[in-house]
């Protein structure tokens, strides 16, 4: 299993960033995946999760209004679209799926929200 996170930077406050995981080496479609973050001197906290076929979804309070997560699964690839981004949201992304109790994580990409 493998999963790769990219999209991640330096953005202003108030500023968009896409950020893709891109996954192998299991049936991508089959499973739900979902987004995390680990800001520094934080746990890492769940910030976005969706269904194998993309119709459940399901967001941190954080978050909701300002991030959309998305998948493409003929491309194998898991999404997250964040808007009106604030300083806050500085952190390391992760992507994170999950069978019989073992979760599979990628090794992150940094976002950094400031002026």
């Known amino acids: 299993v493998q999963l790769v996170e990219s999209g991640g930077g330096l953005v202003q406050p108030g500023g968009s960033l896409r950020l893709s995981c891109s996954a192998s080496?299991?049936?991508?479609?089959?499973?739900?995946m979902s987004w995390y973050r680990q800001a520094p001197g934080k746990e890492r906290e769940f910030v976005a999760l969706?269904?194998?076929?993309?119709?459940?979804?399901n967001y941190a309070d954080s978050v909701k209004g300002r991030f959309t997560i998305s998948r493409d699964n003929a491309k194998n690839t898991v999404y997250l679209q964040m808007n009106s981004l604030k300083p806050e949201d500085t952190a390391l992304y992760y992507c994170?799926?999950?069978?019989?109790?073992?979760?599979?994580w990628g090794r992150g990409t940094q976002v950094t929200v400031s002026s």
């Open positions: 994170k799926t999950q069978w019989s109790g073992r979760a599979y």
């Open positions: 080496g299991f049936t991508f479609s089959s499973y739900a």
């Open positions: 969706i269904g194998r076929t993309g119709g459940i979804t």
